[in-house]
């Protein structure tokens, strides 16, 4: 069984090699689901990892469907995953009324290449999974990533079950509440692979500081923060 660990720093990806994780899954920003992780950190991952490394293109938080500039970005990092020699991707885009955007998820698997492409859990907010399942084996998708629709992958057993008798190529990666405890429940229905990220918050600095810099009012599924012009130009006009 592949154990993919969801790593968000390079010290938490040299942990999960450290531990004899078959693969890496690597973002930033896990309280959002992740997002694209920096160049720096692509960079040093390059440098330090021995095992293969799947990155996830995502870049903001909040829904999966995507402006053409936001999916011209999602393209060019690919472009640059490939360059740099990853071994697989981690994406893909939905439609509004919540069905697979089979033409852009396309495109971004197209920019992929040869490189592994796994749809990421996206696909538990999907209306017509099984639909999409067949869309997916089309494009030659290789992973699904899911939690069954559910908050825990171990609450979407039955889901994923299902799903995972349905596959024909795409292989179903259970994803989410995964850990020591639940792990051989996935393995007994014959997955072969599972996704965890394994962390623990970890103090690092002494006290707190005096003021929050986490905003909770920019965390949202069904919104995205955006510059408005009007409250830019109320400033300038104010102050030039």
């Known amino acids: 069984m592949i154990v993919e660990v969801c790593a968000n720093s390079l010290e938490s990806a040299l942990v999960a090699e450290r531990a004899g994780a078959d693969r890496i899954e ?86 992929a290449g040869n490189l592994k492409f796994t749809f990421h859990r996206a696909f538990d907010w999907i209306v017509n999974p099984l639909e999409a399942l067949q869309q997916l084996e089309t494009m030659q998708v290789d992973y699904i990533l899911s939690s ?27 994803g ?26 970890i103090k690092t600095i002494s006290k707190k500081p005096m003021i929050s810099m986490n905003s909770a009012g920019f965390l949202s599924d069904d919104h995205s923060a955006i510059t408005q012009l009007e409250n830019i130009k109320a400033v300038v006009v104010k102050v030039k």
């Open 26 to 111: 690597l973002c930033s920003e896990l309280a959002v689901g992740g997002l694209t992780p920096s160049y720096g950190l692509l960079k040093a991952i390059k440098e330090r990892l021995s095992i293969p490394v799947h990155v996830l293109i995502r870049p903001r938080s909040g829904d999966f469907t995507y402006t053409e500039d936001e999916l011209n970005i999602m393209l060019k990092d690919i472009a640059l995953c490939v360059d740099l020699g990853f071994e697989g991707i981690v994406s893909g885009v939905l439609s509004d009324d919540f069905t697979l955007d089979v033409d852009s998820t396309n495109k971004l698997k197209v920019a």
């Open 148 to 174: 069954g629709q559910q908050k825990s992958a171990a609450e979407g057993i039955d889901f994923l079950s299902n799903l995972n008798k349905q596959n024909k190529t795409v292989q179903i990666m259970p």
């Open 176 to 201: 989410s509440g995964v850990n020591a405890s639940n792990v051989d429940m996935f393995k007994n229905y014959g997955f072969n692979a599972v996704h965890l990220s394994g962390t623990k918050m």
